[in-house]
Structure formats: C-alpha cells, structure tokens
C-alpha cells in the first residue's frame, strides 16, 4: 500500500437494478456490509495518484461484478469488471458452513461451534485472498478492506449462487 491516506472509498452507490429480489434481511445484511466497507478500507486504483473514491457497484448477468470508480473530485478513475464464476465454490461453501453454525449455536458444544467457525473464517479468508488476487493488476486493497468486500460480494452473490 502507498504512504498515501488519500486512498480509500468515502461513498459507496450499488445498481438495484443488477440485483436479484431480495428480502429485508438481505437487503439488512447488504447495508451493514457498505457501511463496514466505509468505515474503514483502503483502496487504490493502480492508475490512480490520489483519492478518496467513489464507487458504484453492478452485478452483470449475475456473474461479472462492475467497479466503476470517480474521485469525489468527480474525475474519473475507470472501471474494473470482476467475474464472480472463480468465486461461485467458496462462496456456496461459505453459506453451508454459516447455516450449519446456526444451526449448532441452537445444539452443538462452543468446541463444535468454535471449530465450525474455524472453519467458517478460513473459507472467509480464502475468498478474501481470491478477491485480491483477481483485483491485484488494477486496485489495490489491504486485507481487512478484502475481507469487508468479500461479505459484500455473499451479500450481492446470494441468490445466484448455484
């Protein structure tokens, strides 16, 4: 990462228009996942000298996730199509294993429920690690900032994932 504190996304906009019905919870869940993004990341388009961003999220053919990016100034930073294909194995994985932690939060003993979290912020990571590997020729993020977009990515992904 740059010296730089510039870079970092202060606003954050989503097409609803690319995304699948959704229900209140998900749409709750969506919400929490920009706000823990704006909190606090860091991200830096490579092209880019300096920030704070704006990006505006799309969700193509339900596969290939749009990052289009301004300055706040408003000058333009360009725009990054991430597929989502690479994703669809971790990401199903990581709901299976989030429901089956529901579900033994009702049954399990805390060393069941501690080692299916265990298992549940692995899957979380991996995908966090594929995230800032897909990404790594045009933005750059820190590792929280990659895990905060990985819980926005289930979030918008969760309906299609098959």
């Known amino acids: 990462m740059t010296d730089s504190e510039d870079h970092y996304i202060a606003e954050m906009h989503i097409d609803e228009d690319s995304l699948p019905v959704s229900s209140i919870e998900m749409q709750h869940e969506r919400r929490v996942a920009i706000f823990d993004l704006l909190e606090e990341n860091e991200f830096r388009p490579l092209d880019s000298p300096n920030g704070p961003y704006i990006l505006r999220l799309a969700l193509k053919d339900g596969s290939r996730l749009t990052f289009d990016v301004t300055r706040t100034n408003s000058s333009n930073c ?41 298992g549940r912020r692995g899957l979380h990571n991996e995908g966090s690690r594929m995230l800032t590997d897909a990404l790594r020729n045009q933005v750059e993020l820190d590792f929280n900032t990659s895990r905060r977009f990985f819980t926005l990515i289930c979030s918008l992904h969760r309906r299609t994932v098959s």
């Open 78 to 118: 360009g725009s990054y199509t991430l597929t989502l294909v690479p994703f669809r194995r971790v990401i199903k994985d990581y709901f299976m294993i989030c429901e089956s932690y529901h579900n033994a939060i009702r049954t399990a003993t805390s060393a069941q429920i501690e080692a299916i979290d265990m």
